[in-house]
C-alpha cells in the first residue's frame, strides 16, 4: 500500500485530540472548539477513527447532537465498551495503513472543502492500543498532526498530563495547546498552567460540565440535555477560547511560511558536502518537515496532484547516508537516547567506564563474531575511525619489521575506487580522484588494485573483468547461475581463476616491493562493495586471494619475515577492514567479512551501529594490535580521541540498535526475502543460497538488467544498484543517471523518492526494517522509470 503523507493542509488546520489518560473529557472539549468555530459562521469538522461501545455514546453522536452542526464522522464502530484492541478481536481489524490512510483522504476531502478547523479525536489515553495493539502514539505518528491535548484535572493528573506530553515530545509531535477543566480542589490548572508557560504552551481551562444525574430517565435526559446544550453556549464563547482558536490558525499559517521559505534562507546560510553551490537555486534543496519509518516528509513544488496537502511522503532512498537502519523517528531509539541522556548526559571517558560502553563493547563483539577481536575503540564517526585503524595498522607494521616511519614512506594496499573518508589521514589512503585530486595536503600512498567487478547483465550474473586486466590476468568474463554461486568460495578458492588471482596478485606486491623499494603497512579492504568509489561490487574471490596472499607470504614485505606460530597473529600485513557502510546487516549479515570467509585484525564500524540516530564508531582489534602500543612510555599509547568518546546516549543507544538487529536476524524477520533468492531464478538450474539475499526482489533485477537504458545492476542486502550506460564511460562525474534520479524524484501520485547518484550509479537502500509493501511499491515506481 502507498505510504501516506503527513497531514498539513493550507486551507484546513487539522489538529489530534489526545487526553493525558482516559475519562478527562477529550470529548467535550472538542464539542467546545467545534461550537466556537460555528458560532463564528465557520465551520467545523469531527473525526473519530476508531470508536468502542454503544452507538448512542459514541463521541460522533455526541458531537451530532451538541455540536451546533458540526460535520462528523467515525471510520470503524466496535460495539464493545473497551479497549480498542479488545474490542476489535470480534470483528475485521483494520490494518494500521488502512486507518492512517482513510484519515488522511478524510482530511484531504475537507480540505478541498469550506471546513475550518477539523479535529481528529483519539480513544482513551496517549498510550491506549489501537485496533491492532500498538501505542496510539506510534499509530498515528506517520500523520504527525499538531496536538490539542487535554490534561487530567482529577487526582494524579499532574503527573499523568505531564506524562503524556513527554511521551508525545518524545515522538516528534508538536503540542500546540492544552486543554483541562479546572477543579478548586485539587487545582491542577493552575500547576500545569505555569508548566507549560515555561515551554511556551498555552493552557487553558474550562469550567467543568454540569454532572451526569445519579438516576436516568425521560426526565433527567431531557435536563441533562438542556444542561449541556446551556454549558457548550457559555463555555464556547469565553474569549480564552475564541483566542486559542485564532493561535491554532495562525500557527498553521506560521508554520507553512517557515517551510517555504526555508530552502531561500539555507542558500544563503549553508555550506552544503559534496556539492558544488555554482548554479545551485533553492528550488534544488529538499525541505524536511519530518521523517518517519523509511520516509521524509518534504515540503515543495511536486506534491501529488491528487491532494492539496503540503507535505507529501518521499521515500529515504539513500537510507540517510546509508546511515537509516531502524527507520526514522524509531521510539524505542529514542526512548533509549532519552534515557541516557538523563542518566549522564556526557561523561569524559579517558581513564573511566560506565555501562553502556561496556555493555556495547560486549554486544559488539559477539556481534561480529571475530575470534581475532578483543578490543574496542571508540571515535565518533568512520572517517576518524578509519584513522584510528590506520594508526593501528602501521604502527604494528613498523614494529614487527623495525622501520622507522619518520624516515621511510610506509604505504597502504588497497584496491581502486575504495574510499574511507574525508579526514586528512584516510584520503591519502585511496587513490587520486574527484574528492581528493584538489585537497592541497593529498599525496595518496599506496597501490590500489584494479579487479574484476561482480553485476547482473541481461537477466545473468557474472564477473566481468577490466579490459586492462584481462592480459594480466589470462581471463576473460564469467557467469554465474546465481549470486549465491558467486559467494561459494568453498568451490571457487579450487578453481583456476583463483591461481590466476593469486599470480597476479603476488607477483605485482613483490615487483611493487623489489624494483620500486616500496613498503606497505595495512592491506584495507571495503569488503564486497565499495561505496563511495561508485557502489563498486568486487569479486569477493578476488578480494579473498588477495587477503591469502598477503598473509600467507610475509616474506613479500620484509624478507627475514615468516609466518607467526599462533594462527590469531597477523602475518604479513595487518589487515583493516572498513565495514562503515557494509557491516552490521546492511549487506544481510552481522559482518560483511563472513562473505569472505576472512577474518582480519582490525575492523571498523559506523553507520548501522546506532540505527541511524546518532553518530558513533567503534575501531575493534586484535590483541596482538592492542599489545603493540604497550610500552613503559606515554608517547607509545595510541594518542587518539575525541571530547565525545564512547558517549554514553550514543552507546546506550547502539546496544538497543544491535539488539534489535541480531533478534530480526534470530526470529526470522527477513525469512519472506531469502525465501525470494532461495527459490529458482528463471535462467538457473539450481536455487541460490538463503544466505546470500536481498531486500530488492529477483524479479526487479531481472527486468532492470534488460531495460535499454540500463548497463547493469545488483542487488544485495538492503543495497540496490543500478548503472546507467554512458557513451562517455561513466565516472563519478558523469551525470548519465541523473535523468532516472530526477523520475524517482518526480514519483507517482502518492509519493517520490529522494536518491543519491555516484556520476553513473543510481544507488537506492532500504532500513532493514523496510515493510515489503513498501519495497514493492518503490519497484513499480522503477519499473515505470526504466521499462
Same mark, same amino acid.
Given at each position: 500500500m502507498p505510504p501516506v503523507g503527513a497531514g498539513l493542509w493550507r486551507s484546513l488546520p487539522a489538529h489530534q485530540v489526545y487526553g493525558a489518560n482516559?475519562?478527562?473529557?477529550?470529548?467535550?472539549?472538542?464539542?467546545?472548539?467545534?461550537?466556537?468555530?460555528?458560532?463564528?459562521?465557520?465551520?467545523?469538522?469531527?473525526?473519530?477513527?476508531?470508536?468502542?461501545?454503544a452507538l448512542d455514546d459514541a463521541d460522533d453522536r455526541h458531537l451530532s447532537r451538541f455540536g451546533a452542526g458540526t460535520l462528523t464522522k467515525c471510520l470503524y464502530q466496535f460495539d464493545e465498551p473497551v479497549s480498542p484492541h479488545l474490542a476489535a478481536k470480534q470483528k475485521m481489524i483494520p490494518r494500521d495503513d488502512d486507518l492512517l490512510a482513510s484519515i488522511h483522504q478524510t482530511l484531504s476531502d475537507w480540505a478541498r472543502s469550506d471546513i475550518d478547523l477539523a479535529l481528529v479525536e483519539t480513544a482513551g489515553g496517549v498510550h491506549s492500543p489501537g485496533p491492532n495493539g500498538n501505542s496510539q502514539a506510534d499509530l498515528y505518528r506517520p500523520l504527525r498532526l499538531p496536538i490539542v491535548l487535554v490534561a487530567d484535572s482529577r487526582l494524579g493528573g499532574i503527573s499523568s498530563s505531564i506524562s503524556a506530553y513527554e511521551s508525545l515530545v518524545l515522538r516528534g509531535y508538536d503540542i500546540q495547546s492544552v486543554l483541562l477543566f479546572r477543579d478548586d480542589y485539587y487545582q491542577n490548572h493552575e500547576y500545569l498552567a505555569d508548566y507549560f508557560n515555561k515551554k511556551s504552551i498555552p493552557l487553558v481551562s474550562l469550567s467543568a460540565p454540569p454532572p451526569r444525574p445519579a438516576v436516568e430517565n425521560v426526565d433527567t435526559q431531557a435536563k441533562d440535555e438542556e444542561a449541556m446544550y446551556s454549558y457548550y453556549r457559555q463555555v464556547s464563547a469565553e474569549s480564552d477560547i475564541l483566542r486559542l482558536l485564532e493561535e491554532l490558525n495562525t500557527k498553521n499559517q506560521s508554520r507553512i511560511a517557515r517551510l517555504e521559505e526555508m530552502a531561500d534562507r539555507a542558500q544563503d546560510l549553508i555550506w552544503y558536502p559534496f556539492t558544488q553551490h555554482q548554479g545551485m537555486k533553492s528550488k534544488d534543496i529538499t525541505v524536511i518537515d519530518s521523517a518517519h519509518d523509511d520516509y521524509f516528509q518534504t515540503f515543495g513544488s511536486s506534491q501529488s496532484k491528487k491532494s492539496n496537502a503540503e507535505l507529501r511522503p518521499t521515500f529515504d532512498g539513500s537510507a540517510s547516508?546509508?546511515?537509516?537502519?531502524?527507520?526514522?523517528g524509531n521510539p524505542d531509539l529514542s526512548l533509549s537516547a532519552a534515557y541516557a541522556a538523563g542518566r549522564y548526559g556526557h561523561v569524559m571517558f579517558a581513564g573511566a567506564v560506565h555501562e553502556p560502553a561496556l555493555s556495547l563493547a560486549d554486544r559488539l563483539l559477539k556481534t561480529i563474531g571475530n575470534?581475532?577481536?578483543t578490543k574496542v575503540f571508540y571515535t565518533d564517526n568512520g572517517s576518524t575511525g578509519m584513522e584510528v585503524a590506520v594508526k593501528m595498522g602501521l604502527r604494528a607494521a613498523c614494529d614487527r619489521y623495525g622501520w622507522d616511519a619518520s624516515q621511510e614512506k610506509i604505504s597502504i594496499l588497497g584496491l581502486k575506487g575504495s574510499y574511507h573518508g574525508d579526514t586528512i589521514g584516510v584520503m591519502d589512503c585511496s587513490e587520486?580522484?574527484?574528492?581528493?585530486?584538489?585537497?592541497?595536503?593529498?599525496?595518496?600512498?599506496?597501490?590500489?588494485?584494479?579487479?574484476?567487478?561482480?553485476?547482473?547483465?541481461?537477466?545473468?550474473?557474472?564477473?566481468?573483468?577490466?579490459?586492462?586486466?584481462?592480459?594480466?590476468?589470462?581471463?576473460?568474463?564469467?557467469?554465474?547461475?546465481?549470486l549465491g554461486s558467486v559467494f561459494d568460495l568453498e568451490k571457487r578458492l579450487s578453481s583456476e581463476a583463483a591461481e590466476r588471482y593469486k599470480t597476479y596478485i603476488h607477483s605485482t606486491i613483490k615487483d611493487l616491493v623489489e624494483r620500486h623499494g616500496m613498503k606497505f603497512g595495512a592491506l584495507i579492504l571495503e569488503p564486497v562493495i565499495l561505496g563511495a568509489g561508485g557502489m563498486l561490487f568486487c569479486d569477493p574471490l578476488f578480494q579473498r586471494c588477495l587477503t591469502d596472499v598477503v598473509r600467507d607470504h610475509p616474506e613479500l614485505f620484509s624478507p627475514n619475515a615468516s609466518s607467526p606460530k599462533s594462527a590469531p597473529s597477523w602475518s604479513g600485513l595487518p589487515v583493516i577492514f572498513d565495514e562503515v557502510f557494509t557491516g552490521l546487516y546492511r549487506l544481510g549479515r552481522p559482518s560483511s567479512a563472513s562473505f569472505l570467509d576472512v577474518h582480519p585484525d582490525i575492523a571498523v564500524n559506523a553507520k548501522l551501529l546506532t540505527g541511524g540516530?546518532?553518530?558513533?564508531?567503534?575501531?575493534?582489534?586484535?590483541?596482538?594490535?592492542? +599489545?603493540?602500543?604497550?610500552?613503559?612510555?606515554?608517547?607509545?599509547?595510541?594518542?587518539?580521541?575525541?571530547?565525545?568518546?564512547?558517549?554514553?546516549?550514543?552507546?546506550?543507544?547502539?546496544?538497543?540498535?544491535?539488539?534489535?538487529? +541480531?533478534?530480526?536476524?534470530?526470529?526470522?524477520?527477513?525469512?519472506?526475502?531469502?525465501?525470494?533468492?532461495?527459490?529458482?531464478?528463471?535462467?538457473?538450474?539450481?536455487?541460490?543460497?538463503? +544466505?546470500?539475499?536481498?531486500v530488492w526482489s529477483q524479479s526487479l533485477l531481472q527486468d532492470l538488467s534488460r531495460a535499454e537504458a540500463v548497463e547493469s545492476v545488483f542487488g544485495i542486502g538492503t543495497v540496490l544498484s543500478v548503472s546507467l550506460r554512458d557513451a562517455q564511460g561513466g565516472g563519478y562525474t558523469s551525470t548519465a543517471a541523473k535523468g532516472l534520479q530526477q523520475k524517482l524524484a518526480a514519483g507517482g501520485d502518492q509519493f517520490n523518492v529522494h536518491s543519491?547518484?555516484?556520476?553513473?550509479?543510481?544507488y537506492l537502500m532500504s532500513s532493514v526494517t523496510s515493510k515489503p509493501e513498501s519495497l514493492q511499491e518503490l519497484e513499480k515506481l522503477l519499473r515505470s522509470a526504466l521499462i
Open positions: 482516559t475519562n478527562v473529557g477529550k470529548t467535550i472539549v472538542s464539542t467546545v472548539l467545534c461550537n466556537a468555530i460555528q458560532n463564528q459562521r465557520k465551520k467545523a469538522a469531527f473525526l473519530k477513527p476508531v470508536s468502542t461501545g547516508w546509508w546511515t537509516q537502519g531502524l527507520g526514522h575470534p581475532r577481536f587520486p580522484s574527484t574528492f581528493n585530486q584538489k585537497v592541497e595536503w593529498y599525496r595518496g600512498r599506496g597501490h590500489w588494485f584494479d579487479f574484476p567487478l561482480v553485476k547482473m547483465v541481461n537477466g545473468t550474473w557474472k564477473v566481468e573483468v577490466p579490459a586492462e586486466l584481462k592480459a594480466e590476468l589470462g581471463s576473460e568474463d564469467a557467469q554465474f547461475e546465481s540516530l546518532i553518530p558513533l564508531c567503534t575501531t575493534v582489534a586484535s590483541q596482538e594490535i592492542f +599489545d603493540t602500543f604497550s610500552s613503559p612510555e606515554k608517547s607509545d599509547a595510541l594518542l587518539h580521541g575525541h571530547s565525545y568518546t564512547a558517549h554514553a546516549v550514543g552507546c546506550t543507544v547502539a546496544v538497543d540498535s544491535l539488539r534489535t538487529m +541480531d533478534d530480526m536476524d534470530k526470529n526470522g524477520s527477513w525469512d519472506g526475502f531469502k525465501a525470494d533468492w532461495d527459490s529458482k531464478s528463471a535462467n538457473s538450474t539450481s536455487s541460490g543460497s538463503s +544466505d546470500v539475499w536481498s543519491r547518484v555516484l556520476g553513473n550509479v543510481l
